[in-house]
């Protein structure tokens, strides 16, 4: 077996595997979708002013980072539109599925429509201790 790599000590990786899995973590299938956030994760933190994801744009999780807002709160806070189905809350998620409105937070308006999920990070993911 001749390497064409000329480095020494390195592997040339299109001798061993001449092809990509088809489900691999390099091209896609369903462990990339689960655990690389990318395109399918619209990030959002407060004073970015309004958002708008269209069901076109491929956004399947809406994450929300410092909001100071729980999951209730988020819930709370969704506006349908008529015909829409109506959001649901999971544990650490709010399901989205069917779901078509906007989300008030404050001044700042988030519309939707497409998603799959939306879920909290940054430090409103952590309840706040008392003292």
């Keep these: 077996m001749n390497d064409t790599n000329n480095r020494s000590g390195h ?3 299109d001798m061993l595997m001449p092809e990509l899995p088809a489900q691999g ?3 896609g299938g369903p462990v ?4 690389r956030p ?21 956004v399947r ?22 015909g829409s189905a109506a959001p649901r809350l999971m544990l650490g998620e709010i399901v989205m599925e069917g779901v ?11 519309r939707f429509a497409g998603i799959q999920r939306v879920v909290i990070g940054g430090y409103s993911a952590y309840p706040t201790r008392s003292a």
């Design 38 to 58: 990318g395109s399918e994760t619209q990030v959002w933190h407060p004073g970015e002013g309004d958002l708008l994801i269209r069901a076109v744009d491929g």
């Design 100 to 110: 078509k409105g906007r989300i008030e937070l404050g001044e700042e308006i988030i």
């Design 25 to 27: 973590r390099w091209r």
């Design 61 to 82: 999780t809406l994450r929300l980072e410092d909001t100071d807002r729980t999951l209730q709160q988020i819930l709370e806070a969704i506006r349908t539109e008529p």
């Design 32 to 35: 990339n979708h689960r655990l």
């Design 11 to 13: 592997w040339d990786l």
